[in-house]
């Protein structure tokens, strides 16, 4: 078999944090036990492109419990859990990552996963379908279908499938509501202020905590700061999105006005440059600038790197840049998802109800493939419902059904004041 | 002039509240200067079925500045502002709402409604299109389209098109993110708990509070109560909305666990006998019971009236009815919209979103209507756009605009990790 | 029986509203109980200057329960409850209160209760102490002590007890955790928030609520603003105070440069003036200024007066400033506690606790009046925690016990790490 | 000079860590610089019993640039930074402190600091004054002073002055309101939730967290719990702090009803046993159990030792013991304080606070121990006042000041209504 991980001997340590994660995801294992039975995914072949993270292994649990082959490689060069990957790699399961890989390695392991003739992909951020189709168009006519986890893979993929460039089906797993209703906005909300007070451990309260994007991560983010003391403030680009951060509590601004008056920024857009030369050039002496959005492109740093005059790194994820004038601007995580680089990620419980959904999408699409288009598709609202009731049930809590009068009066429209 | 209002005299009070009202309603306020000048809704009859509070009585001047002829009836027994009905008829605007109305004449004033042969309907619940399409389908020939206000108004109709029997296009004002978004959202969340302390007084702080139905409006509600101290527990029947209410800090169980549990109890469903005959007998001495969905059907005030030995009226809004054995159930506002019942309404400020909605989807049908088959239609994201611009603008708020690198970035699917 | 009260024919309602008011104060209602068996007050002679409210009818009726005559007049001008005063009269106990009553009268009806002759004072901002030692010197002999409500009270008798000025022992009921921590804090911030949407029923959610003054009222107003959505700033005199509103989310900034930026302003600071002209010269159109510290003193209203080339009011609670450059302030309730000139005063719930703190320090004073000296005393901390305890109880939370073991270990030094 | 720490080569890394608690420390930093130039401290020797990190390097750097030598050893045995031990050695400052060391090597350490002969101690839980007093009454009559700087300190040390025991005057830096209102309660709340996190990697939001003790660093914890999403449940033993937390928004139980509900649990008691054998009894399978009180005393470990069958470590902070019937307790940090053994302890922010609080009672001590008698003392108020004073400029806020007539409306009683 091959693999390339960091050092199998932490296998181990990473069997026994993907069981701690495990605890966590009683969605995901249940219907673990139902694909043992089952076996909807035999004789496929799935090659996933994911953070190599603790819940992750129980997604590849899962999926191989229900039949698959499975091979791995990273999403992000800065995400991989090297324990967790050395344990996938003990347990049977190709997998090609290693934290802090270079982008010709990053490239080399999506390729490693290529080689794999998967009949379905799982992405996150969609580096392997734009990889199958721009380098292996030859391998397009096995791919049965696949799954996107994250909104900024979506967009890429909209935008492909705009141009008519997409070639198979993938379900849209970001847009279930039990993925990005949790998934990125508590998930993310978490995590990136776990990730930011992991690299700074600066006290947050009286902070001014500027987030940058209003979608669901950012509305997570945002209210997580606020849960914390912060001085919140929002910019974006949608009003409408601008207006709800208002009478969310939040301060809204253009980034222009924001920049000279934020202690901490966070870009949380899908988009580049969010923050941007003329931004910095108005931060405050100390200023924090952090992102977690999919790719590292959202904080402009070669522009950064061109205005310092000196770069140090006081901690492990802090890289201090020193403006000609003396002002100070730390970079966390060199602009990488700061949740992954200087913390664990979404925690799994989270991930319990997001690899749920890739989970069910694999069978989906093995059951469903030909009647779907090349194009981006959601899952059916049904798949949403039952993962939520598995989760209800595994928290004890209970909710209520509709009366057979309760539906008749909801369909009806003769009932008036 | 034909009208129905309970004083005349009353108008120049409601005149200077429907002034004060216009001051936070600053995009209906450049909506109607700009009308003035158009004239686009020039010879269209509007038949309007709302609430006749002051924010109302700024859109009426609206859609006339516009050209058009407007008549209003009330949509809700208790909700009329005499004073303001009163001014409305005193600027020449035929007015047929009276507060406390009974049902007879809450319907002849639906009839007088229609009586003006309405081009444009405007709805807050459906009533007046239920009644054109059951009792007066002579005219509905002349009726190119119309507008329905709220949640429950687009259930039925929804049910109404679903089953062929929705004769013209009405266009969901509700659903547009600016509506539903605010009003639903932060509108009834403010007015209910105002509606709530006018007519109890007590302390919310330390109390449980019970939110059955977690759409826009119980989200709001439960997130202002916990905002005073409460304690909040959600009951819902989607597990989605469920887990999202656990998630955003309450505590979710079925409403049968909840009875025994709650010193206040609000409906937000939409649907019927949320609150049950069952429910009461688990309820503890004092419990207080309000509803701010639409129709008063949501707590089963006959089964309550079985139940109990005794009934008095302890303050203005509330009935206080004893049970057998001696328990008190204190039924707010009769079980109607709790926030017009017993406060007034939502605020002019998010009112001025929601009818920017009206006032443009007026419009628009005027000028769109040909296009527009019979059925529910939503209006163009770009109408959302325009009014979250003009609210954050009179905020003194700005927000950033894509740059041209930005938006091709966000086209693209080439650029990856 | 003398007294001065508006309309007796009101007292059905005002005792419907006082056995209202009853079902929330059960900590009240439990001493009112032991009172009516032990008579402790037996032969005292109490004259009571209170918000005539139906809380105070509660504690006026556990008084008399305890054998005590009580006479009654009002502490503000505005915030009688006419019908409460006339279920007071009806029940025998002689009130001098109507609500809006002129300054001259409402000297009157002080002096009405100083005939009386009391044993013991009650005052809530120190009116009848201050006429007793400035006028009617010769009655204080027979005084034995007397109680303090609120904070601005305790300020002056602090401030007379330091010229040597005080002739009797008076417990500072406010500075009672169970009173000030609670009523206070949750009890002004509810209802302050309370009166100021009664009176102008604006949306708070995106407004910029100012708080001036952040002892325990001003911190439970902000904390209550914010709950319902507002953005916060709050101004301080103290630096401690004004970090600590730092660090619970709130701006902090000097009045002058919050004048500016507030759509509303708070004061509670108990002292003077803290909106002074220049402020006022420096607000938006449009602003909201309302006052819940204890006396109208801290807007200054003659000022503004001065300033205004108009005024007029637009609802029953504001009173509309028009300044020569076009500005409108709007002044709510006169300037006086806004909680009670346009809602209902401090709920139920909270007015218990201090209530009870009032009736429990007026039998302390009865057992221990030889020993105290005249002065500000405070009642001993067991007082507290009895009255807390009922509270819970009555609430059915349950708090813990130290063990034997535990309180040992607190007791001793030599354990360590 | 002789000390004992992990490993020299580490002291630029400590050194590059405490410059960055530095920037979060102005207030201590504008005290350095006096002190620098006055010298208060000129020949007066201090040990200091502290948690060896990063802003205790700047306190040790402040109190020498006052011209005191200074002597350091650790307060507990995990929290010692060993980075930051090895740069204060480096900087010729005696420090006896390895993380993870042994209760023997903890006591040798604290020895070696108590030969330093100190005139002032520094004590962080009292066990420096504890040693001192309990085995070198002979180096007393040395002693002119000390500060204290936690609770759980100062609670030992009343008992000892209850005793008679104490023998020289204690300032308790932590009941300055700069150091307890804030240290305790702010940072704490973030700190220990950090390390919570950092444990075990779980999702905050939609869990049952119970805070045992609702002291300053009870509500600071139990607000930060639930602005993370959590379901907040608080115990405690003083009715009136149990009510203040019901008031607060948390629900309030006795802990053996909270036991079986809660997924985390917290102790902050400053007592023992808070979380007991027959609490451990009752909990759920998976259950958290951590403690940010000073001592590991506060969950009875041994009684959980004896309950287990088995043991094992499942992640760096987390043991996880598994009882008899199969349910598994996770212990975090061996119960001691979670935030300094999984996180990094306070934030260099509050620190700040508290440090100058130090640095100036090391000031005070010299200039005012004649006077002082043995016993537990506080600082004046003016001390607080300057240090928030100093804290609030360098967040650019600004705050009021008393006009002259505001301060004689104060001091006056004839002023009413």
Same mark, same amino acid.
């Given at each position: 078999m091959e693999y390339d991980v960091?050092? !199998?001997?932490?296998a181990p340590q990473g069997a026994m944090r993907t069981e701690w994660a495990e605890r966590e995801m009683p969605v995901l294992r249940s219907i673990c036990q139902r694909f043992a039975k089952e076996k909807p995914l035999r004789g496929i072949r799935i090659a996933a492109c994911l953070h190599v993270t603790s819940e992750t292994a129980n997604l590849a649990a899962t999926l191989r419990a229900g039949g698959a082959e499975v091979v791995i490689c990273a999403s992000?060069? !800065?995400?991989?859990q090297d324990d967790v990957a050395a344990s996938l790699v003990h347990s049977g399961i190709p997998v090609f990552a290693v934290r802090g890989e270079d982008p010709d390695t990053y490239y080399r392991h999506i390729e490693a996963a290529v080689a794999s003739a998967p009949h379905i992909t799982i992405d996150d951020g969609a580096d392997l379908v734009a990889t199958l189709h721009s380098?292996?168009? %030859? &391998?397009? @006519?096995?791919?049965v279908g696949g799954m996107e986890e994250t909104t900024t893979g979506v967009i890429r993929l909209r935008a492909m499938a705009a141009e008519g460039k997409l070639r198979y089906p993938i379900l849209a797993v970001n847009d279930s509501d039990t993925k990005h209703m949790f998934d990125n906005r508590y998930g993310t909300g978490q995590s990136t202020l776990d990730g930011i007070v992991r690299a700074t451990n600066v006290l947050i309260t009286g902070k001014t905590v500027v987030t940058i994007g209003y979608g669901w991560c950012g509305r997570g983010f945002a209210s997580r700061a606020r849960g914390m003391g912060a001085h919140t403030v929002v910019c974006e680009v949608d009003p409408v999105r601008a207006l709800e951060a208002v009478m969310d509590g939040h301060k809204v601004m253009a980034m222009n006005e924001a920049a000279p008056l934020g202690d901490i920024f966070l870009t949380v857009?899908?988009? *580049?440059?969010? +923050? @941007?030369q003329h931004h910095f050039q108005a931060m405050k002496d100390g200023a924090i600038v952090a992102n977690s959005g999919h790719?590292? *492109? %959202? +904080?402009n740093i070669p522009a950064l790197e061109n205005m310092a005059e000196a770069k140090r790194k006081p901690r492990e994820f802090v890289e201090e840049y020193t403006l000609e004038d003396g002002r100070r601007i730390n970079l966390l995580g %060199?602009? &990488? !998802?700061i949740n992954l680089a200087a913390a664990e990620g979404h925690p799994a419980s989270v991930m319990d109800m997001s690899f749920a959904n890739q989970a069910l999408a694999g069978e989906y699409i093995v059951n469903h493939h030909p009647q779907l288009q090349p194009g981006v598709h959601v899952l059916p609202k049904e798949i949403d419902r039952q993962i939520a009731s598995l989760k209800l049930n595994s928290m004890n809590m209970s909710f209520d059904t509709l009366t057979d009068e309760q539906e008749r009066y909801l369909a009806s429209w003769q009932l008036g004041t």
């Open positions: 960091k050092d !199998l001997s932490q992000n060069p !800065l995400s991989t380098k292996h168009t %030859e &391998r397009l @006519d096995q791919v857009t899908g988009g *580049v440059k969010a +923050i @941007d790719f590292n *492109v %959202e +904080i %060199e602009g &990488r !998802l």
